[in-house]
T-cell receptor
Framework: LAKTTQPISMDSYEGQEVNITCSHN???????ITWYQQFPSQGPRFIIQ???TKVTNEVASLFIPADRKSSTLSLPRVSLSDTAVYYC?????????????FGSGTRLQVQP | DTEVTQTPKHLVMGMTNKKSLKCEQH?????MYWYKQKAKKPPELMFV???????INESVPSRFSPECPNSSLLNLHLHALQPEDSALYLC????????????????FGPGTRLTVL
């Protein structure tokens, strides 16, 4: 069962780029990586999902090296509203089940 | 409509009470989920319904009883809860099922904050 490891917390300032790395050393061939964002007292919100190389959407980019043992969520030019907890999930595209297990998450604090 | 709604927002109940949490989505999603989240912890999966049938039960105590009356509704019936069951209960839905790449894009509701006295 692929387990994820993330930094517990990170601090940044408005306008900076933030990179949050997730380790998943036991990732299997069929596993893909998904990131969620959660604000206090709200449900998590899907950010981005990828399998290899690089994925970009209007909110973030996801970088996955060739060995896929880690992935990096990149948030360009963060603002105060990006202060939240970010979760990395790894799941089997065939069963989907492991994709439902949230890791411990990274608490991002953005300062003015 | 891209929302998952949950009612009530807050619930306080005694250990002998029976109450229900309600979740609704009108996105035509085929899977619905219940999660439990304690303070400063990640959400923990409790149940998954696929096509209105229970497909995953993460060994949840029987004092929690899920129900899926139709494809848009998901209930969680609560009975004889313990104070340690106090938490934020999150409902989610997804378009895809296990095996679909879209499976992971879950849409979460705002949650019900439950306090058991």
């Amino acid at each position: 069962l692929a387990k994820t490891t993330q930094p517990i917390s990170m601090d940044s300032y408005e306008g900076q780029e933030v990179n949050i790395t997730c380790s998943h050393n036991n990732i299997a061939t069929n596993d893909y990586i998904t990131w969620y964002q959660q604000f206090p007292s709200q449900g998590p919100r899907f950010i981005i999902q990828g399998y290899k190389t690089k994925v970009t959407n209007e909110v973030a980019s996801l970088f996955i090296p060739a060995d896929r043992k880690s992935s990096t969520l990149s948030l360009p030019r963060v603002s105060l509203s990006d202060t939240a907890v970010y979760y990395c999930l790894v799941g089997d595209k065939n069963t989907g089940r492991r994709a439902l297990t949230f890791g411990s998450g990274t608490r991002l604090q953005v300062q003015p | 409509d891209t929302e998952v709604t949950q009612t009530p927002k807050h619930l306080v109940m005694g250990m002998t009470n029976k109450k229900s949490l309600k979740c609704e989505q009108h996105m035509g999603h085929r899977a619905m989920y219940w999660y439990k989240q304690k303070a400063k912890k990640p959400p923990e999966l409790m149940f998954v319904y696929s096509y209105e049938k229970l497909s995953i039960n993460e060994s949840v105590p029987s004092r929690f009883s899920p129900e899926c009356p139709n494809s848009s509704l998901l209930n969680l019936h609560l009975h004889a809860l313990q104070p340690e069951d106090s938490a934020l209960y999150l409902c989610a839905s997804s378009r895809g099922l296990a095996g679909d790449l879209s499976y992971n894009e879950q849409f979460f509701g705002p949650g019900t904050r439950l306090t058991v006295l």
